[in-house]
Nanobody
């Protein structure tokens, strides 16, 4: 079955950096996009950044200029480089993969990795 394994979360001081990684295995469909979403305590899950198989990126306004998403298609891996971190970036970050095969669409989530930014 499809598995998404995330890594790279942790505790960092404001202004610091972290790099998240997510590798997808068991993929049986064509991946159209990979991305990162985040959910802070008491808030809804929200987009952080996505990247298509063709390299088109999309960022939440709150992270533009600070976060960079990239991917290695050959390894089914997506990365999120997070710089100039702020306390409001504190959240559980979830990896997401979407794709399709014939007429079926697929949407998978990772288990989440905690990012905590101290002030």
């Amino acid at each position: 079955q499809v598995q998404l394994v995330e890594s790279g979360g942790g505790l960092v001081q404001a202004g610091g950096s972290l790099r998240l990684s997510c590798t997808a295995s068991g993929i049986i469909f064509r991946i159209s996009a990979m991305g990162w979403y985040r959910q802070a305590p008491g808030k809804r899950r929200e987009l952080a950044a996505t990247i298509t198989s063709g390299g088109i990126t999309n960022y939440a306004d709150s992270v533009k200029g600070r976060f960079t998403i990239s991917r290695d298609n050959a390894k089914n891996t997506v990365y999120l480089q997070m710089n100039s971190l702020k306390p409001e970036d504190t959240a559980v970050y979830y990896c997401n993969v979407v794709g399709s095969s014939y007429s079926r669409t697929y949407n998978y989530w990772g288990q989440g990795t905690q990012v905590t930014v101290s002030s």
